[in-house]
């Protein structure tokens, strides 16, 4: 039995489990995963940081050279190769991490075929070049980060919700509806291309797979609100899809979206209500996924922690459409596309409002 409810797969525990110190130290313990790095000493012991996505960090595996398989297998492991590994968990006499573990077996359970070709070295990479290995991305920092943070935030959100009285309704993904044009559609059809049926100078939708055309949703918000008017307080939160080709960070082709609907509620219930949420699952990221955001802080936006706390800490400045045209109107400022009751708001607009005017998040 595993202390503190921990996954096993095979007798094995999670690195995340040893080093948050779940795990007595004195324990005999398993651990599978891919090795981050190896390096071999003198004295002949070998270092062995292996991960397996649970955690940041890699845990370190001491191995002694008297080992069966010490001079055939061990010396040979290079970065990327999948490891079993037994051993004692003890208190770490190096810098770096309280745990390692003290091998007594190592099992090589894939080998890299070519470690002088293998593409994720120990080194920081470009996303353009990891765009050219997708399929092992996974194992480097970056991508298993992100993986981390969205479990999190995925979890943070249904349970947000659940523990509120909210039914998840999963809405469909293939649909007739534009939802109120929400976005350009991606068509999803059956037809032969090159040979279209056509009727009336048209195309015969009519012989297509559903008999009709055919979309992936823009938004389930259709759905939701047909349930909503049934079951008080539902949400949707899946994969949507625009077919806007503008290459920005706030046109993806493909985004999951978090969509509730409440019966009987105004339009101040639904600011509070987003609010709350947006608070609740930054907080969650904050407390549970520290290690992970500290990297995005040192690698990737200095600023994360500081504008997460920020929104956080703040209370949101509700501000109606027309008040927020006034203040724009009045601001002074050059900017690039044109203010006026009836226009929508562009990021300028709203960065202005938040940044400058307020100085917190308004909603």
């Known amino acids: 039995t595993l202390p503190g409810g921990m996954v096993s797969t095979m007798n094995a525990i999670l690195v995340e489990d040893l080093l948050s ?8 313990t398993v651990v599978e995963g891919w090795v981050r790095s190896k390096r071999d000493s003198k004295a002949g012991i070998s270092f062995v940081a292996v991960h397996d996505g649970s955690h940041f960090d890699p845990i370190q595996a001491v191995v002694p050279n008297d080992l069966d398989n010490y001079e055939s297998e061990v010396l040979a492991i290079t970065t990327g190769c999948a490891v079993r590994i037994e051993g004692e968990l003890t208190e770490s006499q190096g810098k770096g991490q309280q745990f390692e ?12 075929a070519d470690p002088d070709s293998y593409p994720i070295a120990k080194k920081r990479h470009s996303f353009e070049y990891l765009r050219t290995v997708a399929h092992l991305r996974p194992r480097t920092n970056t991508f298993g980060a992100i993986a981390r943070v969205r479990t999190t935030l995925a979890n943070a959100i249904h349970s947000y919700f659940f523990e509120r009285g909210f039914h998840w309704i999963n809405t469909p993904l293939i649909t007739a509806s534009d939802c109120e044009g929400a976005g350009e559609l991606f068509r999803v059809s059956t037809l032969d291309l090159m040979n279209l049926p056509i009727e009336n100078g048209a195309i015969d939708f009519g012989e297509d797979f559903f008999a009709a055309e055919s979309f992936l949703t823009v938004s389930g918000q259709l759905n939701v609100e047909a349930y909503c008017l049934a079951m008080s307080r539902v949400y949707t939160f899946g994969p949507t899809f625009r077919a806007e080709n503008s290459n920005t960070s706030r046109h993806l082709a493909e985004f999951w979206m978090v969509e509730p609907e409440i019966a009987f509620a105004d339009l101040s219930d639904n600011a509070d209500l987003a609010e709350d949420l947006l608070t609740h699952v930054l907080t969650r990221v904050l407390d549970e996924r520290e290690n992970d955001i500290a990297f995005f802080q040192q690698r990737i936006d200095g600023t994360v922690i ?37 226009l929508d708001l562009q990021s300028e607009h709203e960065r202005y409002l938040t940044d400058k005017y307020v100085g917190r998040p308004v909603i």
């Open 101 to 112: 573990i003290q091998a007594t077996r190592v099992e090589v359970v894939g080998w890299i």
């Open 21 to 28: 110190g779940s795990v007595p130290v004195g324990s005999q």
């Open 306 to 342: 500081d504008r997460m706390r920020s929104i956080i800490d703040s209370k949101f400045e509700h501000m109606d459409y027309s008040e927020a045209i006034d203040i724009l109107r009045q601001s002074g400022e050059p900017f690039e596309f044109p203010v006026g009751w009836g």
